[in-house]
């Protein structure tokens, strides 16, 4: 029993004439009849009664044609599914992000994918860039939202592409003395506890904090460190110390915490898209579609 044979039942129960069901399927009438009779043959039953004048269908028939149409709209929708698979407009896609990139690029990102591809399911994991660039290499994740450049193994492995430029801004708990000023030299925080996050979990960005503290004449006494933005933000809030953080983090408008511009500006950090060189999941090459053009350098 094939597909072929189903089509031919079922059109044969429609049109109650071999010519005509023939015709529609695009065969000849006796390779039709005979798929018919083969079929009829290997379920040990007769779908349809002939006589000279009429075909009409039986018991049996009537019983099998229901769960023929039913088995080849199943086999269209499996075709179908599979297709859209194929051009990347459904599955699963797993995401991992920075805590900085969820205040604004990540939601931007999500809502163009969401509203272009709404069959994909997408799978978010917020972890840090080392995480990232290691679960990347080894295939657990798709897509990754970070700040390049990556090191070691997996910076073989990856392609990156930046999306995003920001500014580095101190955080400051809100009633600390620096606060009311509108920006302030980085050299004004010489003296205070840092929070800041381990090295091996973003090793450029962390290279970038530091390089600012000693071109200003110190070395950041980190006194508290965290893994999550939003989790040295809170404990900022909380008057463990200060911090330099992506400007994005500025969104969440915390009565808490001051956000304040250095002086000069410090340079930019770059968000980055991250895959795996030349990964053949269409899924990976629909997300890339949507990015948008590369920022322009500060």
């Given at each position: 029993?094939?597909l ?8 044969l ?9 023939a ?15 083969k079929l ?9 009664e002939r ?5 009409r ?11 023929a ?21 459904a599955?699963?896609l ?6 900085s ?9 999500l ?8 069959g ?15 679960e990347?290499r080894?295939?657990?994740l798709?897509v ?15 392609t ?7 500014l580095?801004l ?5 009633g600390h ?13 010489a ?6 996050f ?9 290279d970038q ?7 200003a004449?110190?070395?950041p006494r980190?006194v ?9 933000v809170?404990?900022?809030a909380?008057g463990?110390g ?8 500025a ?13 000069p500006?410090?340079r ?9 060189t030349?990964?053949?999941n269409?899924?990976i090459?629909t997300?890339?579609?949507?990015l ?7």
């Amino acid at each position: 029993m094939n597909l072929h044979q189903l089509r031919y039942a079922v059109a044969l129960a429609e049109e109650l004439s071999f010519s005509r069901a023939a015709q529609r399927e695009g065969v000849r009438q006796p390779p039709f009849s005979q798929q018919i009779g083969k079929l009829e043959e290997e379920l040990g039953v007769r779908l349809f009664e002939r006589t000279t004048r009429q075909v009409r269908l039986t018991p049996a028939g009537e019983a099998f044609v229901a769960e023929a149409r039913a088995s080849l709209a199943h086999a269209a929708r499996a075709a179908e599914s599979a297709r859209r698979v194929g051009r990347g407009e459904a599955g699963r896609l797993v995401v991992g992000f920075v805590g900085s990139a969820a205040n604004l690029t990540l939601p931007k990102l999500l809502r163009r994918f969401r509203a272009r591809y709404p069959g994909v399911q997408v799978e978010l994991r917020e972890l840090p860039t080392a995480q990232q660039a290691e679960e990347l290499r080894q295939g657990l994740l798709d897509v990754g939202l970070l700040h390049a450049p990556v090191a070691g193994l997996a910076a073989e492995v990856l392609t990156t592409r930046t999306v995003a430029r920001e500014l580095l801004l101190a955080a400051l708990p809100a009633g600390h003395r620096q606060a009311a000023r509108t920006s302030l030299p980085l050299s004004a925080l010489a003296d205070e506890p840092f929070v800041l996050f381990p090295r091996r979990y973003g090793p450029a960005l962390h290279d970038q904090i530091t390089a600012l503290a000693r071109a200003a004449g110190f070395e950041p006494r980190v006194v508290q460190e965290a893994v999550q933005m939003h989790t040295i933000v809170g404990l900022v809030a909380a008057g463990i110390g200060v911090s330099l953080v992506p400007e994005s983090l500025a969104r969440q408008r915390r009565a808490d915490v001051a956000f304040r511009p250095l002086s000069p500006a410090a340079r930019v950090v770059t968000l980055d898209v991250a895959w795996r060189t030349g990964d053949p999941n269409p899924l990976i090459r629909t997300f890339r579609s949507l990015l948008p053009a590369p920022p322009a350098r500060a």
